[in-house]
């Protein structure tokens, strides 16, 4: 691993501060991916700045419509969370699948986010349950924030705080786990706000995105059968030694056949 | 640049100048010399180098040294008693044979008494799902389970 200066601020502005003025600032949150890319000399950044000491990044308030989750709060508070079990079940259901026990100990929400893998689970729910992810300096909706490999709407120096989450009539998530990783091959995140569906997919693309067209069927006709025809192209689909683009076409119709089910049932 | 890091490691306070980029596992083993904490894969997924922080169990390979300023670490050597009787997850790996050539051991028993301690009724699928980030390339997961399951009993009879 290349050497790094370590930071702890204490506040927000102080973190941001550190993380611009370095010639190479990354934020540490659980670390969970960052730390492991940084032994394999993936990323070898100048600077890392510790968010565990910075106040009010965690934490799960339950306000009528809305789940608001803080930066820092890792998988395993949200899933063990029964604000969270009782609100979203499918939320709390899809941070119990992230990683494993010790890795839900440490990693958390902001940062899973924030580093928008291509095959992260979170991603799917920020879509699929109409979030807003909620910064130091602004308010970004779901459906801006995820633009790349790797990429999002972030700036240099913006600090993720807390996701907003919009609480559906009925909501599941399914994703077909890489059997070694255990991350998602894909994965379909389904929710039903009235006569509304949204349907988010992760695993499939370069980063997580919704299908208009299930959405649309579903709208109208909220059962698998309403979906079963629909079959995304190949073209943007992700191709590796695991699963090709066109099997990984056919799962986002299978795991958002089987989220429906799961939701409706 | 080395940083003043101070910790609590088996209930013993312990502090060393070290490099940022220490992780948690090495300062464990070539600082303290505690080597009982295993790495197996330095990838974050084999779970021999498991530890409990502030009794939660986490990587000690996936976590600075700097980041457990302050905090409580324990290791597989901080679980016997001073006389050397050894804890009840540690008797139940040996009763039943919970290990083969004993590298992911100290993962093992670390993890399995972090599954007592959040899922004191866990059977024996759920004890499976959760030992889902330690592996055992003896593949000996059979005896394994049952010492987690009959380690876990033990411990809620002991209170």
């Given amino acids: ?265 | 640049m080395s940083i003043k890091v101070s910790m609590n490691v088996n209930g013993k306070p312990v502090s060393a100048e070290v490099e940022p980029r220490t992780l948690l596992v090495q300062y464990l083993r070539e600082h303290l010399g505690l080597t009982g904490t295993h790495v197996g894969c330095d990838t974050s997924q084999c779970g021999c180098c498991n530890v409990h922080l502030n009794g939660e169990a986490i990587k000690s390979c996936t976590i600075f040294a700097v980041q457990c300023e302050g905090q409580d670490v324990t290791t597989i050597e901080g679980l016997a008693e001073e006389d050397g009787t050894l804890h009840p997850m540690q008797q139940a790996f040996w009763e039943h044979h919970g290990l083969q050539c004993g590298f992911c051991t100290p993962g093992m028993v670390m993890v399995g008494c972090d599954i007592a301690r959040r899922l004191p009724d866990a059977d024996e699928k759920t004890i499976r799902h959760e030992l889902e980030g330690n592996i055992c390339r003896c593949t000996g997961y059979q005896h394994i389970v049952e010492a987690i399951e009959s380690g876990i009993k033990a411990m809620n009879a002991k209170g």
């Fill in chain 1, 1 to 265: 691993m290349y050497e790094f200066n370590y930071h702890r601020p204490k506040n927000l502005d102080e973190a941001a501060s550190t993380v611009k003025d370095a010639d190479d600032g990354k934020i540490l949150a659980g670390g969970m991916t960052l730390i492991p890319s940084m032994k394999l000399r993936l990323a070898g950044p100048s600077d890392l700045v510790d968010l565990a000491e910075v106040e009010g990044l965690r934490g799960i308030t339950v306000d009528g419509g809305s789940v608001t989750i803080g930066a820092m709060t890792r998988h395993f508070d949200v899933h063990s969370s029964a604000d969270v079990q009782k609100a979203i079940p499918a939320l709390a259901e899809l941070a119990a699948g992230i990683g494993d026990p010790s890795v839900r100990h440490r990693g958390t929400l902001g940062g899973s986010i924030a580093n928008a893998d291509p095959a992260a689970d979170y991603p799917a729910a920020v879509l699929g349950l109409d979030s807003t992810v909620k910064t130091n300096s602004r308010e970004i909706a779901a459906d801006d924030f995820f633009t790349g490999l790797f990429e999002t709407a972030l700036e240099e120096g913006e600090i993720i705080t807390a996701v907003s989450f919009k609480v559906p009539d009925a909501a599941a998530y399914m994703k077909f786990p890489q059997p070694a990783s255990g991350f998602a091959m894909v994965g379909a995140f389904v929710a039903k706000y009235g006569g509304d569906v949204r349907v988010a997919v992760t695993g499939a693309k370069d980063h997580a995105f919704r299908v208009p067209e299930m959405e649309q069927a579903l709208g109208a006709n909220f059962s698998p059968d309403a979906i079963a025809d629909i079959v995304l192209g190949e073209e943007d689909m992700l191709s590796d030694i695991h699963c090709s683009a066109d099997y990984r076409a056919h799962l986002v119709t299978v795991m958002a056949k089987r989220a429906v089910a799961k939701a409706a049932g």
